[in-house]
């Protein structure tokens, strides 16, 4: 019996090989244009199967968001001449966190139940 506190996973190696197996082939039958939604589908299933202290993540990035983010930080890397790509990986890691959440963390602590 798992307790309230315990941080887990319950996806399995299977399931994990499946989902890189759909993403890196959608990735590339369309020349890398389905990366963002292989990125999302990939992390939604991911949070699906991540407790932290007994609460399941869930993600909530839109495919069509990612993909204008990686459009507009694209375009500033051409502008800067290169320069913002060194910014790129710390901005796709923070747009990723803003869209995952923990399930019942706000509820608990803050008593909005």
């Given at each position: 019996?798992?307790?309230h ?7 399995t ?40 202290e007994?609460?399941q ?10 993909w ?6 694209t ?39």
């Amino acid at each position: 019996m798992r307790h309230h506190n315990d941080s887990y996973f319950t996806g399995t190696l299977l399931e994990y090989f499946g989902i890189l197996l759909i993403c890196v082939l959608a990735g590339f039958f369309t020349f890398g244009l389905a990366a963002p939604w292989a990125f999302c589908y990939r992390e939604k299933w991911v949070a699906k199967h991540t407790y932290i202290e007994g609460h399941q993540l869930h993600f909530v990035g839109k495919t069509i968001d990612l993909w204008l983010s990686l459009l507009k930080w694209t375009i500033f890397s051409i502008l800067t001449l290169g320069l913002y790509s060194f910014v790129v990986p710390i901005r796709f890691q923070q747009w990723r966190i803003k869209n995952t959440y923990v399930y019942g963390y706000w509820d608990e602590y803050y008593g909005t139940e």
